[in-house]
């Protein structure tokens, strides 16, 4: 694998690689790339840790896999290419952006990468998937490699905002230390939970807040016109 990520990672991620379950999970994605699609790209699997420096780390959006499908996936949770159209549940996470961050205009692009700029980890819990098949790297070692991570975020770090949405973020919790850093929770954006919490859950003002009262500067999740444009 790639191993393309900011030089402030390197105490953090050189240790982590050097494990065997590191090893057999290097071997694994090697492997599947050798027999067909692998996405997101070798060179962009580490993106978030390349776009977002370890201290400046203000805010982590826990996501579960890389998009499947030709083309969008880049390295960042809920994070698509511009020029891509718009999933899901990254809709109803700008749909939310509008009524909670006053100002805020609906972006055609779905590109996340001014948010990962500012300091926010776009971290998917496995980095890696099968093309048009979703969850076909989950229990590879992936999981191990990003629990380490959020961890020692935890560990090292303080005034993080974690935002964890849906079940299966929601189970990362126990990683964090709650006295150190905000844990913002709720059901995921996807269309099929959105409207049981997701709408209303005012989790960017909250970060912003949080932020600002523990002097840090607060995140502009305003996302700006693509140069390529965009596809709603």
């Not at 899901?88 to 509008?98: C, G, K």
């Not at 909670?100 to 779905?110: A, E, H, L, N, Q």
């Not at 303080?158 to 844990?183: E, M, P, R, T």
Request: aromatic share 12%; proline share 7%; with cysteine.
């Amino acid at each position: 694998m790639s191993k393309r990520y900011d030089e402030s990672w390197e105490p953090i991620l050189k240790p982590l690689f050097k494990q065997d379950y590191m090893k057999r999970l290097s071997a694994f994605v090697q492997q599947e790339r050798q027999l067909g699609l692998v996405f997101p790209p070798e060179d962009l699997v580490f993106n978030a840790f390349n776009l977002t420096a370890f201290d400046s780390i203000k805010v982590v959006i826990l996501g579960q896999d890389p998009y499947h499908n030709d083309g969008q996936a880049h390295g960042l949770s809920f994070s698509v290419p511009d020029g891509m159209m718009l999933p899901p549940s990254l809709r109803n996470i700008y749909t939310e952006l509008q009524t909670d961050i006053p100002g805020f205009v609906y972006p055609k692009s779905g590109n996340l990468t001014a948010w990962a700029a500012q300091g926010v980890l776009l971290l998917n819990a496995t980095l890696t998937v099968r093309a048009h098949q979703a969850a076909s790297h989950q229990r590879q070692g992936w999981e191990e490699f990003t629990d380490q991570i959020i961890q020692l975020i935890s560990q090292r770090l303080s005034n993080v905002v974690f935002i964890l949405w849906g079940s299966y973020a929601q189970k990362k919790s126990f990683l964090i230390d709650s006295q150190k850093h905000c844990v913002l929770t709720s059901v995921h954006p996807s269309p099929l939970s959105a409207h049981r919490g997701f709408f209303g859950c005012k989790h960017f003002s909250q970060a912003n807040a949080y932020l600002v009262r523990n002097g840090r500067k607060p995140i502009d999740w305003q996302i700006p016109p693509s140069p390529k444009g965009g596809v709603i």
